[in-house]
């Protein structure tokens, strides 16, 4: 039995059974055909919930075509990978960098800013009250950390408001850290992007040739989520719903924007080139940042003899879809286009990556401090492919037919149904103290399982409600009709109800859809920040019709 107090009295609970159910019993006895081999369902129980039988490939391996170009492949990328905290007033230190390497991460960002005496170069974001870390520590940490996690490229992008000589003493600082490490190109512009195999081992610097740069002052607009965030939405993006007229002041909108754009700030009034521009500091980047033109028929404007990386802010990336869609996708076929938070997001809190996965956009950056159900899809598509930090595209993103081109917002037929069986969950009475979740009863746990992918595809579902057990057992089925699994993360999340406030975090994960394995399997789950809990794990059960 299970004790609580309750003022003078105690509460008694029927103690926590992890029995396998009745349905799973079954299943052990069809394949043991009445014999059972000197296994017991107890310890067919057991195995089914290790490890060993987890729902993606234990062995993470690296399965996908790694010799195409960089712009056929997702890469996990961070923005401001320096911050510990809020992008106003945190810290700034090479330890969060360190961590994303460890996490697979292969994109850095650094912002680059001269200090107080103008003689050297500090790492902060700008215009804000974060405190600077060295530039040489960030160096350091990407040089010793860069491939702990996985062979394949790190590019470090680097947002520069430096004046000619100190972008001297970059390069110089930059070719010493990492020396053979550092890769170089043997042309100024290339036709197509190397491929991840081609680069293995290497540090890649991508950032705007250099010129002016604007100063300008942030926005300083909270926006503000709870413990585990908000909702998944398409933040609001009606693309199908607007008019010809609506599109064309859309247009007319974006490029009357264009200065907001945080990392595109640059002077309008003088386009020239600076005297004294450090030619090794040119020579370090190896994939050019192309200045925005704030025209998107020319910014996207695919050159068949250039490969080029473009950044736009979410704002502007925002209105780009309603308008330029389909130039989005063709332009991601052979060029990079990353995507930044906005300035307002001083909590550090994210957008949902896929609004630019379904468009081919290969760096949707994210803050990897802004932990939240965002920051989770990030996590869960990064788990693909061995957890490499590259995964490759779908084939719809990449056909160029004119007449085939993809088009995530169409009725889509479906191409399969997943269903899924959430069984029993169990490990939270190892993992929490026994007040944890309620201080008078055990926990009531339900779960919340989904499909995040393309906008016909996002649902969520739910469980009933167990009242009072630390080891609740579901038995629940979900079926989720999916026109675009290759673009589908399915989510699970685990919460304790409660009828006075707002419900307690349990878990959860995030896994994509078509590296699952079929059958029933195990599934740990993770705390807010995407860290694996020691013992949290579900049993469930994965089929495709």
């Known amino acids: 039995m299970t004790t609580y107090r309750v003022c003078c009295f105690l509460r008694r609970f029927r103690a926590a059974s992890n029995e396998p159910s009745e349905e799973l019993g079954d299943v052990f006895q069809a394949y043991a055909d009445g014999a059972g081999g000197g296994l017991t369902v107890e310890g067919f129980h057991r195995w089914l919930c290790s490890d060993a039988n987890a729902a993606l490939d234990p062995q993470k391996r690296v399965y996908q075509d790694m010799g195409l170009p960089l712009s056929h492949y997702f890469i996990y990328t961070g923005h401001n990978s320096y911050l510990t905290g809020n992008q106003l007033s945190s810290g700034c230190s090479e330890v969060p960098i360190v961590k994303a390497l460890h996490d697979g991460v292969r994109v850095i960002e650094l912002d680059l800013w001269p200090n107080a005496a103008k003689d050297a170069v500090e790492v902060l974001h700008g215009r804000t009250l974060t405190s600077p870390v060295g530039l040489m520590k960030c160096l350091e940490a990407i040089r010793e950390y860069a491939f702990v996690a996985s062979p394949y490229p790190v590019i470090l992008t680097l947002e520069d408001h430096l004046t000619p000589d100190l972008q001297s ?3 110089k600082m930059i070719k010493e850290t990492f020396g053979d490490m ?7 512009n290339m036709a197509e992007f190397p491929s991840p195999d081609e680069l293995k081992g290497k540090i890649i610097v991508s950032t705007k040739p250099p010129k002016e740069y604007l100063q300008t002052k942030n ?14 939405t398409d933040d609001k993006v009606a693309a199908t719903a607007m008019t010809t007229e609506e599109k064309c002041a859309a247009a007319e909108e974006a490029v009357a ?23 090794e500091y040119r020579r370090l980047i190896a994939i050019p940042l192309t200045r925005r033109k704030h025209d998107m028929d020319q910014d996207l404007k695919v050159d068949p003899d250039m490969v080029t990386r473009l950044s736009l802010g979410e704002k502007a990336y925002e209105k780009a879809i309603v308008t330029h869609g389909a130039h989005i996708i063709r332009f991601t076929q052979r060029n990079l286009l990353r995507i930044f938070p906005r300035s307002t997001r001083i909590t550090s809190s994210n957008y949902n990556p896929l609004m630019g996965w379904r468009y081919g956009v290969q760096m949707v950056a994210a803050n990897m401090q802004g ?9 869960g598509m990064f788990r693909a492919n061995g957890g490499c930090g590259y995964v490759k595209k779908p084939d719809i993103l990449m056909n160029n037919d004119p007449d085939k081109l993809f088009d995530p917002t169409s009725k889509l037929p479906v191409k399969t149904r997943l269903k899924v069986t959430v069984y029993m969950g169990d490990g939270w009475r190892f993992d929490f103290r026994k007040t944890h979740f309620d201080k008078c009863s055990p926990p009531d746990f339900y779960a919340r399982v989904g499909i995040a992918g393309v906008e ?10 167990k009242m009072d057990t630390w080891i609740p057992a579901w038995d629940h089925e979900f079926e989720f009709p999916l026109s675009v699994p290759e673009l589908a993360l399915l989510r699970v999340e685990v919460h304790e109800s409660d009828n006075h406030q707002k419900d307690d975090f349990g878990g ?13 399997r ?15 794990k579900l049993l469930m059960r994965f089929d495709f019709t």
């Open 522 to 536: 195990s599934v740990r789950l993770c705390d807010h920040r995407g860290e694996p809990l020691r013992s949290v």
């Open 456 to 465: 016909a595809d996002t649902r969520m579902e739910q469980t009933k409600v």
């Open 169 to 171: 003493k970059v390069a």
């Open 182 to 188: 550092l890769y170089v190109s043997e042309t100024e």
């Open 371 to 379: 932990h939240g159900r965002k920051l989770w899809l990030t996590q």
């Open 508 to 520: 959860q994960t995030c896994l994509p859809v078509w590296e699952l394995r079929r059958g029933i």
């Open 257 to 279: 924007a264009a200065a907001v754009d945080e990392e595109m700030q640059e002077a309008e009034t003088d386009k020239k080139t600076q005297h004294g521009v450090d030619n």
């Open 219 to 232: 926005d300083a607009d909270a926006d503000e989520a709870g413990v585990w965030g908000e909702e998944i």
